[in-house]
T-cell receptor, first 111, second 113 residues
Framework: SQQGEEDPQALSIQEGENATMNCSYKTSINNLQWYRQNSGRGLVHLIL?????REKHSGRLRVTLDTSKKSSSLLITASRAADTASYFC???????????FGTGTRLQVFP | DSGVTQTPKHLITATGQRVTLRCSPRSGDLSVYWYQQSLDQGLQFLIQ???????AKGNILERFSAQQFPDLHSELNLSSLELGDSALYFC????????????FGPGTRLTVL
């Protein structure tokens, strides 16, 4: 079963615009990770945020975590055509001791 | 390039057959994870090995089995294949046992005809 649900399922934007993807989850977690997948390829780790952190940055990526609402968001600023991919959130909990992936958001960035 | 290798890239086989997928983790990583990705089920965790021992189990069917060898490479065996087993199978590795970043291989695309 999936822990995380991403919203929206799909997102289309123009180059230069910002893209925001949201992830909601059901049970308490120890960390939340975001991954990117180009079509049919392996997943690439983007960023990890721990349950005691509220915000984290990495280059053009900004991740927030609200444990009271059990939600996270991934913001990609000044998007590029090369950002076109699917983005997955994944939650880790010591209780389940597994990394559980959400359903993903398909992002398309038009040049 | 994540440093995780998987072979073969593609596999086409018939129902009822058995296949073996192979994964070599990044140098120094002790954990290997197997995932199945299909259109209707999304990315599903199958099983994790840590330093040769099974550590966590997910939605792995009884027809599927895996092992991790002393050199830390891993194999996923799928038997009595069904049409519904057609999917992308990913291997990932991490340094430790639990909540670490996982590094994914390029995947094996299995098609069961």
């Amino acid at each position: 079963s999936q822990q995380g649900e991403e919203d929206p399922q799909a997102l289309s934007i123009q180059e230069g615009e910002n893209a925001t993807m949201n992830c909601s989850y059901k049970t308490s977690i120890n960390n939340l990770q975001w991954y990117r997948q180009n079509s049919g390829r392996g997943l690439v780790h983007l960023i990890l945020i721990r349950s005691n952190e509220r915000e984290k940055h990495s280059g053009r990526l900004r991740v927030t975590l609200d444990t009271s609402k059990k939600s996270s968001s991934l913001l990609i600023t000044a998007s590029r055509a090369a950002d076109t991919a699917s983005y997955f959130c994944a939650t880790y909990s010591y209780n389940t001791d597994k990394l559980i992936f959400g359903t993903g958001t398909r992002l398309q960035v038009f040049p | 390039d994540s440093g995780v290798t998987q072979t073969p890239k593609h596999l086409i086989t018939a129902t009822g057959q058995r296949v073996t997928l192979r994964c070599s983790p990044r140098s120094g990583d002790l954990s290997v994870y197997w995932y199945q990705q299909s259109l209707d089920q999304g990315l599903q965790f199958l099983i994790q090995y840590y330093n040769g021992e099974e550590r966590a189990k997910g939605n792995i069917l009884e027809r599927f089995s895996a092992q991790q060898f002393p050199d830390l490479h891993s194999e996923l065996n799928l038997s009595s294949l069904e049409l519904g087993d057609s999917a992308l199978y990913f291997c990932a590795s991490s340094r430790g046992q639990g909540p670490d970043t996982q590094y994914f291989g390029p995947g094996t695309r299995l098609t069961v005809l």
